[in-house]
């Protein structure tokens, strides 16, 4: 930025570890005789613990990047905390005034910081929906990653029982109700490559047991 159009421009370093004691401020090096050396000023978002009511209170944006940041790392062995704090910052982007673009952007940032167990996201999923039919307003976010997610799966599935019909000319009920139970993207892929050399329906039985028997 200096050197095309000559304006001055600050380095901020943003520290999202966990360690407070650790603050570097200046980054150096020499070799040869040269020196090179910068520094900088830094925030700290572990300090901001300290003045949570503040982040609140606050209607920039980022008060809700940092929170959710926070609340991630404080609920990385409590999912069902995490979803509680999840819906909450979800909440308040609807309370705040945001514009729609900035309602958009924020909640893509902590749909993607948050992440829940499949089932609990399937929980959150579906409060947001909720807020989604009040409010009006329409999200790339996990309600149509689930969607899609959805899709994937049940098109993969009808694949692989397609393959095994074409093949075999009846496919046991057995296999097809296991293959409905999968929803794992990859292990359909698996399966469906298996499907189209096995020689039989029972040696694919077989496979099918043997992937699917420690789920």
Same mark, same amino acid.
């Given at each position: @930025?200096?050197? =095309?159009?000559?304006?001055?421009?600050?380095?901020?370093?943003?520290?999202?570890?966990?360690?407070?004691?650790?603050?570097?401020?200046?980054?150096?090096?020499?070799?040869?005789?040269?020196?090179?050396?910068?520094?900088?000023?830094?925030?700290?978002?572990?300090?901001?613990?300290?003045?949570?009511?503040?982040?609140? $209170?606050?209607?920039?944006?980022?008060?809700?990047?940092? @929170?959710?940041?926070?609340?991630?790392?404080?609920?990385?062995?409590?999912?069902?905390?995490?979803?509680?704090?999840?819906?909450?910052?979800? +909440? =308040?982007?609807?309370?705040?005034?945001?514009? +729609?673009?900035?309602? $958009?952007?924020?909640? =893509?940032?902590?749909?993607?910081? @948050?992440?829940?167990?499949?089932?609990?996201?399937?929980?959150?999923?579906?409060?947001?929906?909720?807020?989604?039919?009040?409010? =009006? @307003?329409?999200?790339?976010?996990?309600?149509?990653?689930?969607?899609?997610?959805?899709?994937?799966?049940?098109?993969?599935?009808?694949?692989?029982?397609?393959?095994?019909?074409?093949?075999?000319?009846?496919?046991?009920?057995?296999?097809?109700?296991?293959?409905?139970?999968?929803?794992?993207?990859?292990?359909?892929?698996?399966?469906?490559?298996?499907?189209?050399?096995?020689?039989?329906?029972?040696?694919?039985?077989? &496979? &099918?047991?043997?992937?699917?028997?420690?789920?």
């Amino acid at each position: @930025m200096f050197d =095309r159009h000559k304006q001055r421009v600050i380095s901020l370093a943003v520290l999202a570890d966990e360690q407070a004691n650790w603050r570097p401020s200046n980054y150096s090096y020499q070799l040869g005789g040269c020196r090179v050396s910068l520094e900088f000023p830094i925030a700290k978002l572990l300090d901001y613990e300290a003045t949570w009511e503040t982040l609140e $209170q606050t209607t920039n944006p980022f008060g809700i990047i940092v @929170m959710a940041h926070l609340k991630t790392k404080a609920t990385q062995r409590n999912p069902e905390n995490r979803l509680q704090w999840k819906l909450s910052l979800v +909440r =308040r982007l609807f309370e705040r005034g945001y514009s +729609r673009e900035d309602v $958009q952007e924020l909640f =893509r940032f902590i749909d993607w910081i @948050m992440v829940l167990p499949r089932e609990l996201a399937l929980s959150f999923t579906t409060e947001v929906k909720s807020y989604q039919e009040v409010q =009006r @307003m329409r999200y790339v976010t996990s309600i149509e990653r689930f969607a899609k997610e959805e899709g994937i799966v049940e098109t993969a599935r009808e694949s692989v029982i397609e393959v095994l019909d074409t093949r075999f000319g009846e496919v046991p009920t057995s296999i097809v109700e296991a293959i409905n139970k999968i929803d794992q993207p990859s292990l359909l892929k698996t399966l469906l490559k298996r499907a189209i050399a096995i020689p039989s329906t029972t040696e694919f039985q077989q &496979l &099918l047991d043997n992937l699917t028997s420690g789920e």
